[in-house]
């Protein structure tokens, strides 16, 4: 069965870099998501994107976070200067059309320092 | 908004007995609703979903899941546990024009011999 991929599982960054967590969303599938879900809190929604543009985001996606489909495979988050409150783990996930689940990868975990 | 209501944290079942997760929604018509199940350092599985007709929806794994509108309650339901259905569920619900789901905060079912 396809499945969402996402690299690293694991990021460990110094506060104030900047990371990007990798996704490959289903192959088919043409909208695409982040959420994040902070150690022992729910998921929260951040961003979704279709069409190549973002076609919502989530209070918690502010001017450091920013996403991108660069070529037709993968899907970015990328946070601009990170902070120790941006510890979390982060999934993506994707569905073919809306009114269908969406599927998700298995997170990366970040670890800001 | 919309919002999610998992009003247990912690469930402790013995193997072999029934279970019952609550959830109750907020939000003014028919939401999409959906349960998904994440083991530890694991992503989330999608268990079952509902859109429209039938109350009672058949998941994955033996799980059942009944929409009642007049409760605005979602809740899960397996006949007899397994030691492997210890893990942490999460109802989420869409709706309203948003793109993004909406999670519980998540029970956490633990397994007794």
């Known amino acids: 069965e396809p499945e969402v991929t996402q690299t690293p599982s694991h990021q460990v960054t110094q506060m104030g870099q900047e990371v990007i967590l990798r996704c490959v969303p289903i192959?088919?599938?043409?909208?695409f998501y982040w959420y994040r879900q902070i150690l022992g809190q729910k998921v929260e929604f951040l961003v979704s994107?279709?069409?190549?543009?973002?076609?919502?985001k989530s209070e918690i996606f502010d001017d450091q976070f920013s996403v991108e489909r660069p070529d037709g495979s993968n899907f970015t988050l990328k946070i601009r200067s990170t902070k120790l409150e941006d510890s979390a783990m982060y999934f993506c996930?994707?569905?073919?059309?809306?009114?269908?689940?969406?599927?998700f990868g298995d997170g990366t975990r970040l670890s800001i320092l | 908004a919309q919002s999610v209501t998992q009003p247990d944290i912690h469930i402790t079942v013995s193997e072999g007995a029934s279970l019952e997760l609550r959830c109750n929604y907020s939000?003014?018509?028919?939401?999409?609703l959906f349960w998904y199940v994440q083991s530890p350092g694991q992503g989330l599985q999608l268990l079952l979903k509902y859109f429209s007709g039938d109350t009672l929806v058949q998941g994955i794994k033996g799980f059942e899941a009944e929409f009642k509108r007049s409760q605005s309650s979602f809740n899960l339901r397996k006949p007899s546990v397994h030691w492997s259905d210890a893990a942490e569920y999460f109802c989420?619900?869409?709706?309203?024009?948003?793109?993004?789901?909406?999670f519980g905060k998540g029970t956490h079912l633990i397994i007794q011999p």
């Open positions: 939000y003014g018509a028919t939401p999409y």
């Open positions: 192959s088919n599938h043409l909208y």
């Open positions: 994107f279709y069409n190549n543009e973002i076609s919502e």
């Open positions: 996930a994707s569905r073919m059309l809306q009114a269908r689940p969406q599927h």
């Open positions: 989420a619900v869409e709706g309203g024009g948003a793109d993004g789901l909406t």
